[in-house]
């Protein structure tokens, strides 16, 4: 069973829409995370939580917003999705600041 | 600002032709230093944490070594199944201290 599990895991989708990504673990960690990499730039963060009621952003949080629904979930949300979106998400969690972060497999999103 | 710089953008060695990959990073203090492998289309994979400088972790044909300014994740009689792209992250204290840096990685291909 995978840790960190993402849906879907590809979605194309068209400019303008509203798109949901989401995130699940099993391993039971505080700290959970939404990064964005593109060819060539490495991961960036897009926001980050560390309980339920704490959300903060990362690097390049314009154009999406998160929801911590539970310890276990973290979702992503593109409210209105632009072509210069496309890319690879990974979501990711951690047991502590000192620690590594397991990350899911990823969702190829496609904005046409 | 935290910085990640990984060199070469990529490499290309037969099977069996040890070499090093490098990676530099500009901190206001360093909490930690990671090293990821990821495959195509997958989620990055953790494979080391280095502390402090002198430290060094070794993983089958891997080793990590960190200085005060940068890291080397040496590859020994690398084989085929060692191509993958391998990723550097900081973990700063401070300000920083909340998320990882990531480098942009570095594309190693094995031939046989």
Redesign the interface.
Known sequence: DAD?TQTPRNRITKTGKRIMLECSQTKGHDRM?W?RQDP??????IY?S?DVKDI?K?EISDGYSVSRQAQAKFSLSLESAIPNQTALY?C?NRAG??????????T?LTVV | EDQ?TQSP?ALRLQEGESSSLNCSYTVSGL??L?WYRQDP??????LF?L?SAGEEKEKERLKATLTKKESFLHITAPKPEDSATY?C?V?AIGQG????V????TRLTINP
């Open positions: 960190v995370y990064y060539g730039l490495g991961l960036q963060l980050y560390f903060n990362g990974f990711a600041l000192n620690t590594e972060a397991f990350f899911g497999q990823g190829r | 990640v953008e909490r930690g990671f289309g997958k989620g990055p994979e953790f944490t502390y990723l992250a973990q201290a909340q998320k990882l990531f480098g942009q990685g």
